[in-house]
């Protein structure tokens, strides 16, 4: 046995630990020390313990901090009275190291990105995510569109600070904003998925709904109006053939550039999708 400050219920206290066996970390390969906790607890307080448990069980939640790391609950917990001590509940559960991914750098593709902000997931199958924002512009600018032009391309990327060995990763959701100088600030997702199953289409159904069919309806309604419109000029003479095939062209649906693709992904505020 061994003991661990950390702060519960609104200070800190000393807690009696037992050691478990430690679990090694997806994202860096790192030992992380787990630890089995049992201690008593107010009935009073109890509303409140749950509430800070609950959060440092969630992913991304508000974690315990110790003196040493700051700690996530695995699993669920017991809460359980005696009779001899009616007003306290004896608490049970687990907690596991939380370390901190900060990348240095990330670096694929000949390409040296510095992370502004970094953060970093991983699912029950083991899939991880790097999410980060970074500033490029003249050629690293250009060779980063050059990358994102090739979808779905898998990549060697090392994570510098985090984890020293390449790992194969592709892009995910890739936002943009043009701020001053020429230079584009960047929210970028690489994913480390190669050879998994593609997630559960059912599951993505109503994303952006019912905005994304009413975007597409009036998108149909827009182009119907611009034939009518473009015929009746043609008619009456306003247009000649030639104007009248350009526009036609011009609006005739096509196969995007990269660069059309881009503008979709471009924001006015960068900060607004950082989470």
């Given at each position: 046995?061994?003991?661990?400050?950390?702060?519960?219920?609104?200070?800190?206290?000393?807690?009696?630990?037992?050691?478990?066996?430690?679990?090694?970390?997806?994202?860096?390969?790192?030992?992380?020390?787990?630890?089995?906790l049992?201690?008593?607890?107010?009935?009073?307080?109890?509303?409140?313990?749950?509430?800070?448990?609950?959060?440092?069980?969630?992913?991304?939640?508000?974690?315990?901090?110790?003196?040493?790391?700051?700690?996530?609950?695995?699993?669920?917990?017991?809460?359980?009275?005696?009779?001899?001590?009616?007003?306290?509940?004896?608490?049970?559960?687990?907690?596991?190291?939380?370390e901190?991914?900060?990348?240095?750098?990330?670096?694929?593709?000949?390409?040296?990105?510095?992370?502004?902000?970094?953060?970093?997931?991983?699912?029950?199958?083991?899939?991880?995510?790097?999410?980060?924002?970074?500033?490029?512009?003249?050629?690293?600018?250009?060779?980063?569109?050059?990358?994102?032009?090739?979808?779905?391309?898998?990549?060697?990327?090392v994570?510098?600070?985090?984890?020293?060995?390449?790992?194969?990763?592709?892009?995910?959701?890739?936002?943009?904003?043009?701020?001053?100088?020429?230079?584009?600030?960047h929210?970028?997702?690489?994913?480390?998925?190669?050879?998994?199953?593609?997630?559960?289409?059912?599951?993505?159904a109503?994303?952006?709904?019912?905005?994304?069919?009413?975007?597409?309806?009036?998108?149909?309604?827009?182009a119907?109006?611009?034939?009518?419109?473009?015929?009746?000029?043609?008619?009456?003479?306003?247009l000649?053939?030639?104007?009248?095939?350009?526009?036609?062209?011009?609006?005739?649906?096509?196969?995007?550039?990269?660069?059309?693709?881009?503008?979709?992904?471009?924001?006015?505020?960068?900060?607004?999708?950082?989470?």
């Open positions: 046995m061994t003991s661990l400050d950390l702060a519960l219920l609104g200070s800190t206290h000393e807690l009696a630990a037992k050691e478990l066996a430690p679990t090694t970390s997806a994202h860096s390969g790192n030992s992380l020390r787990r630890y089995a049992d201690f008593w607890v107010p009935d009073s307080q109890r509303s409140d313990l749950n509430a800070q448990l609950q959060a440092a069980a969630a992913p991304n939640g508000q974690r315990i901090q110790g003196s040493d790391a700051e700690w996530s609950v695995t699993g669920s917990w017991t809460a359980t009275s005696q009779a001899d001590r009616p007003d306290f509940y004896r608490y049970a559960l687990e907690i596991q190291e939380v901190e991914l900060q990348a240095t750098a990330v670096e694929l593709g000949g390409l040296t990105l510095v992370p502004i902000k970094y953060m970093e997931e991983s699912d029950d199958a083991g899939s991880i995510a790097a999410t980060f924002v970074a500033e490029v512009s003249g050629e690293a600018g250009d060779r980063l569109e050059e990358l994102l032009s090739a979808e779905d391309e898998y990549y060697d990327v994570r510098r600070g985090v984890n020293e060995t390449a790992l194969r990763m592709r892009f995910g959701r890739c936002l943009w904003q043009q701020i001053e100088g020429g230079v584009r600030r929210n970028l997702v690489l994913v480390a998925d190669e050879g998994q199953p593609e997630g559960s289409v059912p599951r993505l109503l994303l952006n709904q019912p905005q994304l069919h009413r975007t597409t309806e009036k998108t149909v309604a827009n119907d109006a611009l034939a009518a419109l473009l015929d009746e000029l043609l008619s009456q003479g306003v000649s053939e030639k104007a009248f095939s350009m526009i036609k062209a011009a609006g005739t649906p096509h196969v995007l550039t990269h660069g059309e693709s881009r503008e979709f992904s471009r924001t006015e505020r960068l900060d607004d999708y950082w989470r």
